[in-house]
Each structure stands twice: as C-alpha cells, then as structure tokens.
C-alpha cells in the first residue's frame, strides 16, 4: 500500500536495472549518464554504485567469492528499499556469475527487475583500464580480479545488451533510457 502511494507521488513505478559487465565496460559511466537524463525527464532515480558502497556500507569486505556475494547480497537489499520507496534504482556491479545474478534477482518482483548486459570485451576493457586494476591485476598485485584471475560469465538471457566496445556512450545511454521508460508505463 505504501509503495503504490509513493509511485503515485512520483508518477511512475519503482523497479531496478541491474547491471553487470566487466570492470572497465563502461556500467557506471552508463548509469550515471542515465540517472541525468531520467532526472530532467522527472523521473526519481537513483545509482547505487559499488565502489561508494565499499567506502561504506560494505567496507569490511574484500574481494573473495564469499565477501563478493556479501557486497551483492547488501547491494540488492539496498535497492529493493529504494524500489518499495518507489524509486528507480540503477546499479552497476560487476555481478560476475550466474549464481550471483540468481541471488541478486531473488530480492525482488519479476516485474521490477531487468538485467543489463554490458557487453566488453576483455582486451577493451584492458585498454581502458580507467582505474589501473587491469595493470596491478596482470602484474599480479591484485588477486582475484574479474576478468584475469577471478571469472566473469556473461549473462546467458539478459533483459537488455548494450554493446560498448561497438556503440558509441551516447546511443547506449539513448537505449537504456528507452528501456528503462518502457518499464515505467
């Protein structure tokens, strides 16, 4: 009853995009250029992204397979309060397996969640390497880094794919903002 009172307030239903991609693709940079858009178009949105949330909320975790679903397990709590408050939730995680998809998706309502593909590949994502991790990762000073010494599996059936090694920011955040609008009606 109060969710459906705060979607009225806010003219449009709450739900998530959850995005997962390699590091370096592009999934925060996306989000936050959507969270722009859907802001100016009166849509309440917010980005709940990972790297803020170790510098709190999940500081005590490291990056081991068991600290990595903790992180997700909080993460997807976090925006499952945000949709019951009617919010549109965008976030980027690394989500780097099915399993961990699974226990993210379990949090909330077939209809309020989509799965985002960012789609990279590792040898962009490599070139990119926007905050250095692929660099200390390759030297080995970073353990258990998605994509060199920890794995990444590409979602199977994702909602949506945006392909930023081939399309260009804009027309990916174009996209995204289309679909997020469709699951708002």
């Given at each position: 009853?109060?969710r459906?009172?705060?979607?009225?307030?806010?003219?449009?239903?709450?739900?998530?995009?959850?995005?997962?991609?390699?590091?370096?693709s592009?999934?925060?940079?996306?989000?936050?250029?959507?969270?722009?858009?859907?802001l100016?178009?009166?849509?309440?949105?917010?980005?709940?992204?990972?790297d803020?949330?170790?510098?709190?909320?999940?500081?005590?975790?490291?990056?081991?397979?068991?600290?990595?679903?903790?992180?997700?397990?909080?993460?997807?709590?976090?925006?499952?309060?945000?949709?019951?408050?009617?919010?549109?939730?965008?976030?980027?995680?690394?989500?780097?397996?099915?399993?961990?998809?699974?226990?993210?998706?379990?949090?909330?309502?077939?209809?309020?969640?989509?799965?985002?593909?960012?789609?990279?590949?590792?040898?962009?994502?490599?070139?990119?390497?926007?905050?250095?991790?692929?660099?200390?990762?390759?030297?080995?000073?970073?353990?258990?880094?998605?994509?060199?010494?920890?794995?990444?599996?590409?979602?199977?059936?994702?909602?949506?794919?945006?392909?930023?090694?081939?399309?260009?920011?804009?027309?990916?955040?174009?996209?995204?903002?289309?679909?997020?609008?469709?699951?708002?009606?």
């Open positions: 009853m109060q459906e009172r705060l979607e009225g307030l806010n003219g449009h239903k709450g739900g998530v995009v959850w995005f997962t991609g390699l590091p370096g592009g999934k925060t940079t996306i989000a936050n250029r959507v969270q722009e858009k859907l100016e178009l009166g849509i309440r949105c917010v980005v709940l992204d990972g803020q949330l170790r510098k709190g909320l999940n500081r005590d975790l490291g990056f081991s397979e068991t600290d990595r679903l903790e992180n997700l397990r909080r993460a997807a709590q976090v925006a499952q309060l945000f949709v019951e408050a009617g919010s549109f939730v965008l976030a980027p995680f690394i989500t780097p397996t099915d399993s961990c998809r699974a226990v993210v998706k379990s949090f909330f309502k077939t209809e309020d969640y989509s799965e985002l593909y960012v789609k990279c590949a590792l040898d962009s994502c490599v070139r990119r390497d926007p905050k250095g991790m692929y660099s200390l990762a390759l030297e080995g000073e970073l353990p258990d880094f998605t994509g060199v010494s920890a794995p990444y599996e590409p979602p199977v059936e994702p909602d949506i794919v945006i392909d930023t090694e081939c399309v260009e920011l804009q027309p990916c955040v174009d996209t995204l903002v289309d679909f997020v609008q469709s699951r708002l009606q």
